[in-house]
C-alpha cells in the first residue's frame, strides 16, 4: 500500500528549529515525480511551502525553511529556522499531489497523516 510516514513534528519556542520528515513507500515514491510540504492552520487555506522539483518557496516560509530530499531513504525533509507563533499549523508532505479547494490532503496523489508544529512566543 503506497502510504507516506511523517515524523518530527512538535512544540517549540519562537525562534527555535525543528526537522520534520517524511518517508514514502516505495511504490508512492516510485509513482510520484515530486515531493512537497503543504501546512494549514485553522482557518486558514492550506498552503503549498515548497517542492522538491522546483525552487518555489512561499514567501511566508522564503529565507527561513529548506527543503530536501533523500532518495535512498524516500525521505523528504523541511527544515525549519527562525520559527514564529504564525508558523503553527498541520504540516503534510505529499507526493504527486496537490491541495484542491484550499483544502489538504486531497484526493490528488498520495498524503501524509499530518503532523502538528506549534510555535510558541
Known amino acids: 500500500e503506497a502510504q507516506l510516514v511523517e515524523s518530527g513534528g512538535g512544540s517549540v519556542q519562537a525562534g527555535g528549529s525543528l526537522r520534520i520528515s517524511c518517508t514514502a513507500s516505495?511504490?508512492?515514491?516510485?509513482?510520484?515525480?515530486?515531493m512537497a510540504w503543504y501546512r494549514q492552520a485553522p482557518g486558514n487555506k492550506c498552503e503549498l511551502l515548497s517542492t522538491?522539483?522546483?525552487?518555489y518557496y512561499a514567501d511566508s516560509v522564503k529565507g527561513r525553511f529548506t527543503i530536501s530530499l533523500d532518495t535512498a531513504k524516500r525521505t523528504v525533509y523541511l527544515q525549519m529556522n527562525s520559527l514564529k507563533p504564525e508558523d503553527t499549523a498541520v504540516y503534510y508532505c505529499?507526493?504527486?499531489?496537490?491541495?484542491?479547494?484550499?483544502?489538504?490532503?486531497?484526493?490528488?496523489?498520495?498524503w501524509g497523516q499530518g503532523i502538528q508544529v506549534t510555535v510558541s512566543s
Open positions: 516505495e511504490s508512492a515514491f516510485r509513482d510520484s515525480t515530486s
Open positions: 522538491t522539483t522546483s525552487t
Open positions: 505529499t507526493a504527486a499531489g496537490t491541495a484542491r479547494g484550499g483544502i489538504c490532503p486531497s484526493d490528488i496523489g498520495y
